[in-house]
């Protein structure tokens, strides 16, 4: 696509429920990349993927996040258990290569109330 | 581990002064920089990128330099307009993979 797609752009779930959150890069982007970006904070980095490489999972804040990309193609960002410390905005960018700068989504406003 | 610091946090100009936004940086080993600029509850639009070759880039009213011995990167606006007004953000490699470090962004508004 023409640019990096971010759905939903808002969610609010209730506390204790799972999300899922959907990244679709630029076609023929190999890298991808999760942010979190909570209300009046900076980016946190979450996980990012590189072709068929492993994973940098180094990022994920605990065990109740997690997700997945198959090739270079959509990613997925599942939290399971949502907590109300979970709300953010979530951003996905993704990069032609590595070292060659990102393109951003508009990002999921995820509220847990 | 890569630190990177914007200053100012936030400025306020009006309109046609110019602005100047600095980013600096602890590991000057870079492959690039890049400035981006964010909406109020928008994601992240890029201004420049800079290649660790290059000293400065343009594009428009906006000019960025990279001084990598010195671990520092200015992003100058010319004549700002109160259509500038966001938070501006730049973000260094902080690993060979190209996962990127963010400053915590200078907020900007420009008043008429």
């Known amino acids: 696509g023409a640019g990096v797609s971010q759905s939903p752009s808002n969610k609010v779930t209730e506390k204790g429920k799972d999300v899922e959150l959907r990244c679709d890069p630029i076609s023929g982007h190999t890298a991808l990349y999760w942010y979190r970006q909570r209300l009046g904070q900076g980016l946190e980095f979450l996980i990012y993927f590189q072709g068929n490489s492993a994973p940098d999972k180094s990022g994920l804040p605990s065990d109740r996040f997690s997700a997945e990309r198959t090739g270079e193609s959509v990613s997925t960002l599942t939290i399971q258990r949502t907590q109300q410390e979970d709300s953010a905005v979530y951003l996905c960018?993704?990069?032609?290569?590595?070292?060659?700068?990102?393109?951003f989504g508009s990002g999921t406003r995820l509220t847990v109330v | 581990k890569q630190e990177v610091t914007q200053i100012p946090a936030a400025l306020s100009v009006p309109e046609g002064e110019n602005l100047v936004l600095n980013c600096s940086f602890t590991d000057s080993a870079i492959y690039n920089l890049q400035w981006f600029r964010q909406d109020p509850g928008k994601g992240l639009t890029s201004l420049l990128l800079?290649?660790?070759?290059?000293r400065e880039q343009t594009s428009g009213r906006l000019n960025a330099s990279l001084d990598k011995s010195s671990g520092r990167s200015t992003l100058y606006i010319a004549a700002s307009q109160p259509g500038d007004s966001a938070t501006y953000l730049c973000a260094v490699p902080s690993d060979s993979w190209g996962k990127f470090q963010f400053g915590a962004g200078t907020q900007v508004v420009v008043t008429p």
């Open positions: 960018a993704s990069s032609p290569q590595i070292n060659y700068g990102y393109t």
């Open positions: 800079i290649q660790s070759s290059q």
